[in-house]
């Protein structure tokens, strides 16, 4: 579970969903999407994202186990292991050195008080993301599924994320992918459950999204 998760309520959201679209409503009778909690600490969380990035979910997961193992014991990444690890350690856990310098630009902001992960929930979302992507490594994506998915935000729109695009295409009869504005367009009466209305779209795909595999950026 993660720490300071605000819950709110799938099935109220997609009361709200089936409602507000029918395009949502038809899919909300076909398909039952599930909310997950990023494992561990926020920290661990963020730390995750950057090793995923670009990177398929099997490579991920065994890049991420052989980090753990390498600075941690195979328990959990925290912002001090990852600063008294040699460059050579992450690197032979798989990481490039683009990563690796990411990591440790993420554990800088950390134990330095630039960045403090509990307070983020005193923030309202936008806040939050131009507050973690100041952090080298850290993207819109990331942070926007670090709101959905740490911080339990509701009402999370990811206009770049290219499954949501993709199956606002399919389901909603577009020749082409929306543009950003043409998402939050027609995402407007998904509020105040737009992130309900993502793990909908996302299931539809089949293709939930894993710890940040791919940061992208939002159409113009």
């Not at 720490?3 to 709200?16: G, I, M, Q, R, Y």
């Not at 670090?146 to 606002?168: C, E, K, M, N, Q």
Request: include cysteine; aromatic fraction near 6%.
């Amino acid at each position: 579970m993660v720490e300071a998760a605000v819950a709110w309520d799938l099935d109220t959201a997609l009361a709200h969903l089936r409602h507000a679209d029918p395009v949502l409503a038809s899919l909300a009778a076909r398909y039952r999407p599930e909310l997950r909690w990023y494992p561990g600490s926020r920290f661990h969380a963020l730390a995750s994202a950057i090793v995923a990035q670009q990177l398929s979910g099997k490579a991920a997961a065994t890049i991420s186990a052989r980090l753990r193992q390498a600075v941690a014991a195979g328990g959990e990444l925290r912002p001090e292991l990852i600063l008294t690890a040699e460059h050579e350690s992450l690197r032979s856990a798989g990481l490039s050195s683009q990563k690796a310098r990411y990591l440790c630009s993420l554990a800088e902001a950390v134990l330095g008080g630039s960045l403090d992960l509990e307070a983020l929930d005193q923030l309202p979302d936008d806040e939050v993301i131009a507050t973690l992507t100041r952090v080298k490594g850290i993207g819109a994506w990331t942070a926007e599924m670090f709101l959905i998915f740490s911080l339990g935000r509701p009402d999370v729109l990811s206009a770049g994320d290219l499954g949501i695009r993709t199956a606002v295409q399919r389901h909603y009869g577009l020749l082409s992918l929306p543009r950003a504005d043409e998402l939050r367009s027609i995402a407007e009466p998904w509020r105040p459950y737009r992130s309900a209305a993502l793990l909908l779209l996302w299931h539809s795909l089949d293709n939930a999204p894993e710890i940040a595999r791919d940061e992208q950026a939002p159409p113009r």
